[in-house]
Each structure stands twice: as structure tokens, then as C-alpha cells.
């Protein structure tokens, strides 16, 4: 049996990343309180080849879409982690350049950048005709065949990693993929929740041999190896000068002056992969259109010369304005306590509209925003740059100063006294 060429300095190293993100959770408070002890002991696990995941929590997100989301014990979070250092430079070289989930430097924000420089370039600057098609997986994630997803996994390692513990590596894979998280989960929404969500969507309607949790990191990873086989078929083949092509996750664009090469691609090449590889393209999310038409794309609707941010995320938004309205009106002091909360929420949607042609929007939202929350905010607005300001005798160190020099002057006075 190959040793695993691990060490305590790895493992603590990736403890430490870990704490980045999730330090604040009860979870990684308790590892860290006995980090030293934690560490030694997954090192042991990992070494023996006697660890298994903990249990994970699950939960439902409504936004953007409802979906089921897992969320590992913070010690299954370092052993990810320590995959994912190994790994992560070895899927950068394999990957395509369009391949935009999950990687650094990429993400959403880009990925709608190259589709929409794409456009450009295909339509001569928007003066030629082309057509832009967009498919996608259906239920991809919980669709997934295991078995399949770890041989073609663990052939990219045996191909790409150099390190002496190549099979220990392929084992740790194996260990996580087949793990059944839904089997030993703590339910941090209620069972109602669930309610509405499709059958096909959820772990809990698994066969065993189908589907990754959403949120655990080697499932991402996982996920974007299961389609580079095609991605590389779409980029290296004999017709690929002819269409511009790149995905987020299952979300797949071509862009090409051929209608006909689009749906050749769509039949004769996606449609066949996906049945080999025991997976399926969603028959109703299927969109091919003139560019003119414009696409939607990652949470932003591409147009000729302009992108605006996508209807969902500009409704919730609103959503959020709505929420801390009605709380501020049912509240008399509820503004003064949660204005940074208030404040960060919006500089989150405010920060990404800056990147999208939507200054008007931006007007308009603010003008929903009630005059409780003017009492202690106040919002900059050019076209360049949007923000929500906590006025100065509101900010924390401010408040924090005034109380204790409020406190220091009632004890100097009392010692006069």
C-alpha cells in the first residue's frame, strides 16, 4: 500500500487557509481551540487511510434559484484543502482558458467579459451576422455518475500529478465522491423547505451511485474535470476556428456566424457526449438567437455595446431594500443597530452593478431605499462608482470612541468628587 508523502506542516498550513473564510463558524472555533491535537489526528487518518467525512450540514438557498447546499465539518474543509493545493495547479494547466467556475482570476464577472468580447469579435463590432447558442446540463450536479466522475478524475491524476503518493491521492478521491453526505447531516432549514424543490434536485432522492453535493470543494473540482474531455473536443477540432466557446460550470455558450455548425455541435457533438457520459442536456434550456436578441449569461444580459445586470439579481435586491425597509418601519431603532449590516449588504449589489450599464437602476434603487436609513447612511453615486457610506458618527471606532470617552470622563469626575 503507497504511503501518503503528507506531513503535520501541511495539513496545519491548510488549517490555517481554512480559517480565512470560515473562522468565525462554531465549528472551526472548536478545531482551533485544539488545532495542534486536530491536526495530528487527520494527519493520522489520512496516513492509515482510516478517514472518512463528518457530518456535513445541508440547508436550501433561494437565491438565485432554490438548490441544496451542503456545507462540510471544517475538518473535512482542511482535507479538501489539502487535495486542492496539490491539485489546483495541475487542473490550471489542464483546463481551458474558458473554463470560468471556481478558478482564480475568473469567476462570474469574467466570464461575461469574454462572452461579450466573443460577440464582438464574431460580429465584426457588431456589423456581421452571428448567432449565439447556450445549453446547459440538466440537474447536473445531482446527475453525475460516481463511478464515472472518479475514473475520469483519477486519470487526469495518474496522468498530470508527479508526487510519490499518486495512488493515495486517487484513494482520498475516492473516499470523498463516494461518500453519502445525505446519509449523516444535520438540517440547518426546515424540512419544509424542501418543499418545491424537483425530486431531481436533491441528495435525498440519490440512488448512491448518482450526484455530488453543491458546496463541497471537491465537487467543484470534480465537476469541471467531467466536462474538460469536451471542452478540449469543442476547442481542437477542425471546425473550432469557426465558433468561440466557453462554459461556467454546466452553462455552455457558443457563438458563431454558421447557424448551422451551432446545431450540428448541439446534435452531433454535445447531445452524444452527454448520453455516453450518463448525463443530459436540459431540452428546454436550450437558446440560440441572433446576437441582437442579446444573452443572458452569469447574472448579466449581454446586448450589442452594453451589458445590464441580469432581472433576478436586480429583483433581489430589491428584495433585500424591502426586507431591512419594512424591519427599520416595524423598529425605531433597528436602522442604529444593523446600518453596517445595511451598508455592506448594499455595497455588495452596488459594487457588482458598477461593472454592468445600469446607472439608472442604481438611481432607482436608491430612491426605495426609506428615509430611516438616510438618518445614518448616505449614498455616492457617479458613474463609476456606487457606494453606501456610514456617516461618520455612526461608524464603529467612532461610536467605540465616544463611548469610552464618555465612560473616562464619568470616572474622572467621580475621583474629583
Given at each position: 500500500?503507497?504511503?501518503?508523502?503528507?506531513?503535520?506542516?501541511?495539513?496545519?498550513?491548510?488549517?490555517?487557509?481554512?480559517?480565512?473564510?470560515?473562522?468565525?463558524?462554531?465549528?472551526?472555533?472548536?478545531?482551533?481551540?485544539?488545532?495542534?491535537?486536530?491536526?495530528?489526528?487527520?494527519?493520522?487518518?489520512?496516513?492509515?487511510?482510516?478517514?472518512?467525512?463528518?457530518?456535513?450540514?445541508?440547508?436550501?438557498?433561494?437565491?438565485?434559484?432554490?438548490?441544496?447546499?451542503?456545507?462540510?465539518?471544517?475538518?473535512?474543509?482542511?482535507?479538501?484543502?489539502?487535495?486542492?493545493?496539490?491539485?489546483?495547479?495541475?487542473?490550471?494547466?489542464?483546463?481551458?482558458?474558458?473554463?470560468?467556475?471556481?478558478?482564480?482570476?475568473?469567476?462570474?464577472?469574467?466570464?461575461?467579459?469574454?462572452?461579450?468580447?466573443?460577440?464582438?469579435?464574431?460580429?465584426?463590432?457588431?456589423?456581421?451576422?452571428?448567432?449565439?447558442?447556450?445549453?446547459?446540463?440538466?440537474?447536473?450536479?445531482?446527475?453525475?455518475?460516481?463511478?464515472?466522475?472518479?475514473?475520469?478524475?483519477?486519470?487526469?491524476?495518474?496522468?498530470?500529478?508527479?508526487?510519490?503518493?499518486?495512488?493515495?491521492?486517487?484513494?482520498?478521491?475516492?473516499?470523498?465522491?463516494?461518500?453519502?453526505?445525505?446519509?449523516?447531516?444535520?438540517?440547518?432549514?426546515?424540512?419544509?423547505?424542501?418543499?418545491?424543490?424537483?425530486?431531481?434536485?436533491?441528495l435525498f432522492n440519490s440512488d448512491g451511485h448518482h450526484g455530488l453535493p453543491i458546496g463541497k470543494v471537491i465537487s467543484q473540482m470534480t465537476a469541471l474535470v467531467f466536462m474538460d474531455d469536451l471542452d478540449h473536443l469543442?476547442?481542437?477540432?477542425?471546425?473550432?476556428?469557426?465558433?468561440?466557446?466557453?462554459h461556467y460550470m454546466d452553462d455552455m455558450v457558443f457563438v458563431s456566424r454558421d447557424l448551422a455548425l451551432l446545431e450540428w455541435i448541439r446534435d452531433e457533438i454535445v447531445d452524444p457526449w452527454a448520453e455516453s457520459n450518463?448525463?443530459?442536456?436540459?431540452?428546454?434550456?436550450?437558446?440560440?438567437?441572433?446576437?441582437?436578441?442579446?444573452?443572458?449569461?452569469?447574472?448579466?444580459?449581454?446586448?450589442?455595446?452594453?451589458?445590464?445586470?441580469?432581472?433576478?439579481?436586480?429583483?433581489?435586491?430589491?428584495?433585500?431594500?424591502?426586507?431591512?425597509?419594512?424591519?427599520?418601519?416595524?423598529?425605531?431603532?433597528?436602522?442604529?443597530?444593523?446600518?453596517?449590516?445595511?451598508?455592506?449588504?448594499?455595497?455588495?449589489?452596488?459594487?457588482?452593478?458598477?461593472?454592468?450599464?445600469?446607472?439608472?437602476?442604481?438611481?432607482?434603487?436608491?430612491?426605495?431605499i426609506d428615509s430611516e436609513w438616510f438618518k445614518y447612511v448616505v449614498v455616492k453615486l457617479n458613474y463609476k462608482k456606487y457606494k453606501v457610506c456610514i456617516r461618520k458618527a455612526y461608524k464603529v471606532n467612532v461610536r467605540?470612541?465616544?463611548?469610552?470617552?464618555?465612560?473616562?470622563?464619568?470616572?474622572?469626575?467621580?475621583?474629583?468628587?
Open positions: 500500500m503507497q504511503e501518503a508523502s503528507i506531513s503535520y506542516a501541511e495539513v496545519y498550513e491548510c488549517f490555517r487557509l481554512c480559517l480565512i473564510h470560515k473562522g468565525n463558524t462554531i465549528d472551526a472555533i472548536r478545531f482551533e481551540i485544539n488545532a495542534e491535537r486536530e491536526c495530528h489526528q487527520l494527519l493520522v487518518e489520512l496516513k492509515n487511510r482510516t478517514y472518512h467525512p463528518s457530518r456535513s450540514i445541508v440547508f436550501i438557498s433561494d437565491k438565485p434559484v432554490k438548490r441544496e447546499i451542503f456545507g462540510a465539518a471544517f475538518r473535512d474543509r482542511v482535507v479538501d484543502t489539502v487535495f486542492a493545493q496539490r491539485m489546483t495547479p495541475l487542473l490550471e494547466q489542464q483546463f481551458i482558458d474558458d473554463n470560468y467556475s471556481t478558478r482564480v482570476g475568473k469567476g462570474t464577472l469574467y466570464g461575461l467579459h469574454r462572452v461579450e468580447e466573443m460577440i464582438r469579435e464574431r460580429s465584426e463590432n457588431y456589423t456581421a451576422d452571428c448567432y449565439v447558442m447556450k445549453l446547459d446540463m440538466q440537474s447536473y450536479f445531482m446527475s453525475l455518475p460516481k463511478e464515472r466522475a472518479y475514473r475520469k478524475f483519477a486519470a487526469l491524476i495518474r496522468k498530470l500529478y508527479r508526487g510519490p503518493d499518486v495512488e493515495w491521492m486517487c484513494w482520498l478521491l475516492r473516499v470523498v465522491i463516494y461518500d453519502r453526505p445525505e446519509m449523516h447531516c444535520i438540517r440547518n432549514s426546515p424540512k419544509e423547505a424542501w418543499d418545491g424543490l424537483p425530486p431531481t434536485k436533491s469543442i476547442t481542437e477540432s477542425l471546425w473550432s476556428n469557426a465558433v468561440s466557446y466557453g450518463g448525463v443530459r442536456r436540459h431540452p428546454k434550456k436550450m437558446y440560440l438567437q441572433h446576437y441582437s436578441k442579446g444573452l443572458l449569461f452569469t447574472g448579466g444580459m449581454i446586448m450589442p455595446g452594453r451589458t445590464y445586470i441580469s432581472r433576478r439579481t436586480l429583483a433581489a435586491c430589491i428584495d433585500k431594500i424591502e426586507r431591512y425597509n419594512r424591519l427599520a418601519r416595524a423598529d425605531g431603532d433597528y436602522a442604529a443597530r444593523h446600518v453596517e449590516e445595511f451598508a455592506s449588504v448594499m455595497n455588495s449589489y452596488l459594487g457588482m452593478m458598477r461593472h454592468f450599464a445600469s446607472f439608472n437602476q442604481v438611481c432607482r434603487l436608491v430612491k426605495r467605540q470612541k465616544s463611548r469610552l470617552d464618555a465612560e473616562l470622563d464619568i470616572l474622572f469626575k467621580k475621583k474629583k468628587k
